[in-house]
């Protein structure tokens, strides 16, 4: 199951890239911020960052985004009270910008929830390559995505790599770490330091 999900996400992988997209990303986790800040900067989009609700707000009324990706749980102020902060704001360019929620919350009708709560989707954690290109695609104007030849699945050394690593640690599940992290051994390597 692991493998499969690996190579569907290499196959998903920078076939566009989007160089005018802003997104702003909110997330307390650090960790969780670089592998998504990574997983976005995939397809070239610029990325901002906040670790708290407070923080959040602070930056969406400084500048215009095209989504927002809202973490759930947060200390203090959590995402849905940010949002409910944010569309009560006053000339706020972002007023109606999409706001994906990111939980771990994998419960059944937990999209339903969040779409009550006035989020325009989700996004479970761990986040997938090819769960966070489908938001891409389905929330990102066209006109802002530009297709591209390249493709991370030709990158020859990778296979080579992930099986050094299968035999050098061959407890762990190489092939869906590097699935959440859409496929980038870069990306994959700032996981593995942060949590270590």
């Given at each position: 199951?692991?493998?499969g999900?690996g190579?569907?996400?290499?196959a ?18 650090r960790?969780n911020?670089r592998v ?7 397809y070239r989009?610029?990325?901002t960052?906040a670790?708290?609700g ?5 930056k969406i ?8 990706f809202?973490?759930?749980m947060m200390?203090?102020?959590?995402g849905?009270?940010?949002l409910?902060?944010l ?7 972002n007023?109606?910008?999409?706001v994906?929620?990111l939980t771990?919350?994998a419960?059944?009708g937990?999209?339903e ?10 996004l479970?954690k ?12 389905k929330?990102?104007?066209k006109e ?11 990158n020859k050394g990778?296979l ?5 690593l ?9 092939l869906a770490?590097m699935?959440y992290c859409?496929?980038?051994?870069d ?10």
């Amino acid at each position: 199951l692991h493998d499969g999900q690996g190579k569907n996400d290499a196959a998903c992988m920078e076939k566009f890239v989007a160089r005018d997209a802003h997104v702003l990303v909110v997330d307390d986790n650090r960790m969780n911020i670089r592998v998504i800040e990574g997983l976005l900067a995939s397809y070239r989009i610029k990325v901002t960052i906040a670790t708290s609700g407070q923080e959040a707000l602070e930056k969406i009324v400084s500048a215009d985004y095209d989504f927002v990706f809202m973490d759930h749980m947060m200390p203090e102020m959590d995402g849905v009270e940010t949002l409910q902060c944010l569309r009560e704001l006053e000339d706020c360019l972002n007023i109606h910008t999409p706001v994906i929620a990111l939980t771990a919350n994998a419960i059944m009708g937990v999209r339903e929830m969040y779409l009550q709560a006035g989020f325009a989707d989700y996004l479970s954690k761990p986040v997938e390559g090819i769960a966070l290109e489908s938001m891409i695609i389905k929330y990102l104007p066209k006109e802002k995505r530009h297709l591209t030849g390249e493709d991370n699945a030709e990158n020859k050394g990778e296979l080579t790599m992930i099986e050094k690593l299968k035999q050098l640690i061959p407890e762990m599940d190489i092939l869906a770490g590097m699935g959440y992290c859409g496929n980038d051994e870069d990306i994959y390597r700032i996981a593995m330091e942060s949590y270590c």
